[in-house]
Structures are given as C-alpha cells and as structure tokens.
C-alpha cells in the first residue's frame, strides 16, 4: 500500500496574533511543543509515512520556509500553488501530482497546523483507513467525537449500520456534511450521538478522487485534467492560469457534501485544530493556580492566565483569565474568553496597513 | 541672596520595577515627561536658581548617570556620599559643603523624583521661602494640602497664629511633625485643616543648620564638624569613615521633629512623590475610557489601564484596571490597586539573584 501523505500548509490565519503574522501562521508556531505545528505533523508520521512519500502544499512564500523547517524531505515534494484558493483547489494540485506518480497510490490530506495528542492511535488510524480507501470504492474521513456543543466546527452525520471493519476500526457510511450549527443545533448533534466533528483530514485514492470529482463535482473534473496535463508538461504558466479560474472553495463544499460513497472513522486520538490561544489552556500545564507559561512567569495572587513570553520575565499580580502574548514589536492582553476579538485587532492593523502584523 | 539648590538623588526604589532598576531608580526614568525626573527637577529651578549653584547629591554609581543626564552643572557639584545612609547624612555633608562656599547661603533639599506641576508656583513659594530663611532663624519646610486621608506620607501638624508673612505667603509655626497615621487619623488631620502633607523639601541658611544640630540633634553635631574638617582637607577616606559611622536615619527623625524654630508654608503647587505606577493615572493623559499609555495602543472594550510600552504596539481586549510595563527583559501586568505588590516581586527577584533587578 503507497500512502502519500499531503500536508496543507498554506493557511494565513492570523488569529494567533501578535505571535502569527501574514508570514507566519500558525503552521510555523512552537505553539504546541518545541516544535513548529508542520514539523510535528511530519513528526507524527514518520513511523508509517517515509520522508519521501510525504509532501506539502502552500504558496511559494510558504514553502521557502517549509524548506527550512522540513530539510528531511526531498525538494521536489513541496508543492506550490500559484495562488491561494482554499482547499479544494490544492487538493486537486497535490492528487493530480501524486497520480502522476501512482494512480492507485492513497493520498492522505492532512492539515499542518492541528493538535493530536495521540500520535500511535492516530498512525493506527490512518493505516487502517488507508486500507479501506486503497480498495479504490470510497473516500474516507476523520470524524472526531465532539465534547462539547461546539458551534466552531463543521460536523458529519453518520449512520451506524453498513459499517466496513478494518484494522479493528469501523467505518461508517456519511450521511451529510452539516456546516457550523447554531447552538441548539450543536446540543442536539452532541445528543444524538451519530455526529461526529469534521476534522478536515481525508484518504481517498488518487484515480478514485478522479472518478469522484468526475461524477459529483463535474465543474472540478475539467481543471482536474487541465492541471494534470500542466503537470505532465511542467507548464506552470498554465497552471497558474487555471488557478486563477478555478472555483475557490473548500473541499468540503466543493465535494464532500455532495459525493456518495464516503466513510467516516472515529478520530478518538486527542484532535484539536487549536482554534484561538484560549484552546492553549488545554494544551500547556498549568500550575495549581490554572496559569500556564511559555516563559518564566511570577504570579502573585493571579490565577487562569496563559502567558507565551518565552524571551522575558513576566510578573502577574492580582490578575485573572487573561491572556498575555509578548513578541519582539508587539503585546497582547486579552480576557480569556474574548480571544476571538483578537481577528478584530488583525483587522484595525490591515486599515492602517500596520507593520506590526 | 544666595540660594543653593541640593538634589537628593541618592533614592534606590524599585516601585516603578521593571522599568525602575538598582542602577536605574525613579529619578533617572522619564515618566513623568519626556525628560527624567532629576532633568525636570533643574528644569524647574533653572529661572530661579542658576546651574552652578544647583547641586546633586547620591552615590558614585548613581553620580556617574547624573553627570550624563545633567551636561549644564559644573563637575564639582555631583557630590558623592561614600555609603547611603538615609537623607541625614546626606544632608549634613551637602549642607557642610555649601558652608564651606557661603554660610549665610540658603540650602533648599529637594527630592530628586517628584512631580511638581505648577514650577511657577513652586518657584515662588520657593523664593519666598528662601527670604524667610535667609534671617538665618527658622527651618522653612514646604507642606503639601492634603486632598485624601493618605496613610502613605508624614503629617506637620502647624499654629495658625504666629505667621511670618514673606512673599505674599504665610509661614506657620510647626507644632509637630506626624509619622503615617493609620486610616482614622489621617481622617482626622485632613478634616482639621491645620495638617500639611510633609514633602520632604526644606530650606536652610547653612549656619542656622549647624545651630539647629547643636541645639536639637546633639548626637548629629560632631559628625557636622568632622565633616566640614574632611571636606577643607578633601580627606575621602575620613569621609568614609565618618559615613560608616553616623547614625543612617531620616532628617525628619534627626533633625524636623525635635528642632524648634520651623516654620511651614503652604506648598499648593501640584506636588506628588509619584509612589508607583497607579500614581501615574493622575499625570498621563488618557482617552476617553480612560486607558493611558506611553506607547501606540489599541484598546478594545477595554478601559482604565495604563500601559508603558513605548517601543512596542500593545493590544488590550476585554481589560479594565491594569497596569501594563513591558521593558526590554521583563513584563509586568497587574492589578491597578495592587502596584504596591510590585515590591513583593522584587523582593522575589532579590531572593532567586535575579538578573532582572
């Protein structure tokens, strides 16, 4: 079984400011470890993905600097896309590349810039999933047990019976891929049971992709062969030109909520797409008073604040749920649970076209 | 008349930690201005008193700052105590110096850190305090009209009847000088009207100092006139010792509240020792939910914080009541009504050898 693991390194998200800037998201962040989101995705699948089966794709800015953090791959693995259209654009690029190199192989898509607590269980799971979508019948998703009523993430709805069973995992047949909910909508999901969380991570095979592409999102299906044949030609002129036209959409919007023939398998393996510094509460340890530092802190009756002033030492008196974020030319001092309104800041900083992001 | 100006600027605090270091206390920081606070104390005499008789008095360490920061003094006028010994000694050596230039001078102690935001006005109760004590009878001390019961400064408790009339102003009689009282009696000083704030400003001939040592701080007088032989005879090393030797108290506790013959005047002239960092909300400027800053802000739902950051952009969302102090090793955020903590992180700091003191 040839899996290639395709690494979507091309988010721009800024909502870990002032740490994440225009050219540094959260991808490029020691956020969750001593290493950067993209190298301990890499990390995470070394056991059962080699160096060179594993690729990235982002924009040419992006990949100058994946280069440089990922210097085990081989250069011709980091994927460029000519301009950034959202998700499902790239994963025509990056199968379209791996068909060339082997129709039959699995590719497995994959964010840069998500958390996963348990690297084995996840392997265990991609491998035997990765069998399922080596049959060459159906695309194969990470559902991801919700835990609270989120309203943040996307959800697909399963049904329990007809499941496929490999590697001791069952995969069950999609329902329908529901976008973010409303409140009530989201208890109701959690209560139900039959809903798992989008974790954004598939397998499919490459030429079965092809085929689905073909028959359930047939305005892709011409770029699919244009970008094939720009491929074949090394034309990149051309390739650019037809990103250019090609529909920037997701590829949850652009195919998944349209194909039949997909299984979802539960991603019991500690997921988090670590949404907001808030989620780093989860992440970091905290001391008995809940404060959780990168950094040395002194915290004179303060309690619930994260800290990530890892150059400085920072001195907390008599402060509760803040969120405190110290950089070379900016600071952020933010209640805890208003660490959304840090796009807000993003925003006024684009208005005044500020150096500072 | 011949007014020497004396600066004490010996003073080590660290209330204003982490801007505020050993080697660089309050007086050398510019946050009250954009000059520092000893540049702003001479600014303030310069109409009145001319640079070369305007004197500095602190330890060698701090003297070397001194004479960078105050380019316009003559060299010989950063006198350097050999130990710090608390304010008496000080004053005793500054005041023995200026005995040996002119006995009949008047010496004005002033604080080398605080804020005065009226420097007419300070200017002419000043002058005409140095008329007053230019006959060479009383002690003249500057008293501060209380506006709240501060359990934080001495009281002089002064007679109404009896005034010397110089100036336009009326110099009082002092009954008694206060140490801090506790809550219910600063109640009662400010209710009574006939207690001053003590500014720990004072003006003397350096004659009548000498008397006054005589007479009411026996135990001071040999040290007056040791000092004043290792002075004719620039005898350092006596100095020294002399300085390992007397007693280190305040010139209140040696000198203020025992002496006769002192008379007060009322120093309305915007007077504040600016004590930490909370003092500040009362000199900086802040906008209109009340957020002051040294340093480009933006302040979202946020208001009542004040923010020293001046080389770096500070976000605040969601904040109220915080002062926030980002210097280039260490970062402070606490609670508004809690700075007076901050000696407890330096004590911390002090402990653990800190580098960042």
């Not at 962040?29 to 001593?34: E, F």
């Not at 209560?191 to 991570?201: C, E, L, P, T």
């Not at 194909?259 to 907001?276: N, T, Y």
Request: with cysteine; hydrophobic share 45%; charged share 25%.
């Amino acid at each position: 079984m040839n899996i290639q693991a395709v690494i979507m390194a091309g988010g721009s998200g800024t909502r870990f400011w002032p740490l994440s800037r225009t050219r540094r998201p959260k991808q490029f962040l020691d956020i969750v470890s001593s290493l950067s989101m993209v190298e301990e995705t890499v990390t995470r699948l070394a056991p059962l993905v080699a160096p060179k089966d594993i690729l990235t794709i982002a924009n040419a800015g992006q990949t100058a600097g994946l280069r440089r953090l990922l210097k085990g791959l081989p250069r011709g693995n980091f994927l460029v896309e000519p301009l950034a259209r959202n998700t499902a654009p790239s994963l025509v690029l990056a199968t379209a590349h791996v068909y060339l190199r082997d129709p039959k192989a699995v590719v497995a898509a994959l964010a840069a810039d998500h958390l996963i607590r348990d690297p084995g269980r996840f392997r265990r799971v991609l491998e035997a999933g990765a069998r399922v979508a080596a049959k060459g019948e159906a695309i194969v998703t990470f559902g991801v047990p919700p835990t609270f009523p989120s309203t943040g993430y996307g959800y697909i709805h399963f049904r329990e019976s007809g499941a496929v069973k490999a590697g001791g995992k069952a995969f069950h047949p999609v329902l329908e891929f529901k976008e973010k909910p409303d409140r009530a909508r989201a208890e109701k999901f959690l209560a139900d049971g039959r809903y798992y969380w989008n974790s954004g991570m598939f397998l499919w095979r490459a030429d079965t992709f092809a085929g689905k592409l073909e028959r359930f999102a047939p305005e892709f299906f011409p770029f699919w062969e244009r970008i094939l044949d720009a491929l074949r030609k090394k034309n990149n002129r051309e390739l650019a030109r037809i990103f250019r036209e090609i529909p920037a959409l997701s590829i949850d919007y652009a195919l998944m909520e349209k194909a039949e023939g997909v299984l979802v398998v539960k991603g019991d393996f500690g997921w988090s797409d670590v949404g907001a510094w808030s989620s780093l509460f989860d992440v970091w340890p905290a001391d008995a008073a809940g404060n959780a530092a990168k950094g040395k802190i002194i915290a004179l009756d303060s309690k619930g604040c994260l800290v990530h002033s890892p150059k400085k030492l920072t001195a907390l008196i008599g402060v509760e749920d803040l969120i405190v974020v110290d950089t070379g030319d900016a600071l952020l001092v933010c209640r805890r649970d208003l660490d959304q309104k840090v796009k807000d800041v993003v925003e006024i900083l684009k208005r005044e076209k500020s150096g500072h992001l």
